[in-house]
């Protein structure tokens, strides 16, 4: 029976869309809680405890709907709040850090990594702090990226000077970084765009967080195993027509179990 529980996915916006969108890829039989907390957005400008905080009251949600495992999709909420969580929560969590990190050393050949995320995460180094668990050799460097996120979650393709911004941010990037890690979940909807800037490896951190899923239901046998496509609940904490607009222009499914929650 616990192998037909949900696993739940949660982020402050629609980053975490593209977890759900592998999810949908290489794990089609799972059953899917998707909570947006856009009523708090945006998270960046608030304290670590005010995230854990929020963190905590979703990850309580997820466990009342009886999620067999939760992803925090998104980096700066893993860097703030998933010791936390774990700490207090038996249930296994996953963050989209470590996934990123493996993936991004297997990639490089002259172990000189970049990753680029949201000013929060860059000065929390839970990068650098995941990276030195798995290398003492390699070099990391954090580009924070301050616009990106709200570009995204509003349109990218309606801000004029979208790429005039990101090659700003890109330029940062030492040039002798032949590996990139998109540190953040809002990054691979616009991934085309960041290789017309950086042509070398590119680390989708979205999709090695789904393979870090996919290890532990391995492990811990949760897979679910019946013979049909499972569902997805899309719970949101504030307005739904961010989240209306936006699928459409990232999954060709149609999804119809939309709800409005005050959690």
Known sequence: MKNKMPIGIFDSGIGGLTILKEIRKILPR??????????????GIKSTKEIQKLSEDIVKFMVQNHCKIIIIACSLMTAASLKYLKK???????????????????????KKIAYIANPFTVKTKIYEKTYQKYSKESSLYG???????ALIETGWK???NRLEILKKCLDKIPKDTDTLILGGTHYPLIKEDIRK???????????????????????TDLFNKENKKGSVDFCINGDTTLLLNRLPEIFTEEFKNIFSVDY
Do not use: M, Q, T
């Open 30 to 43: 799972e059953n899917i809680i998707y909570y947006g907390d856009f009523k708090n957005n945006p998270y």
């Open 158 to 160: 309606n801000h004029p």
């Open 143 to 149: 580009v924070p990226c301050k616009k990106l996120c």
């Open 88 to 110: 207090k929560y038996s249930v296994p969590i996953i963050g989209v850090v470590e996934g990123g990190i493996k993936a991004a050393l297997l990639e490089s050949k002259n």
């Open 197 to 219: 800037i950086f042509s070398k490896k590119i680390v989708d951190s979205s999709r090695e967080c789904v393979f870090e899923l996919l290890n532990l239901l391995i492990s």
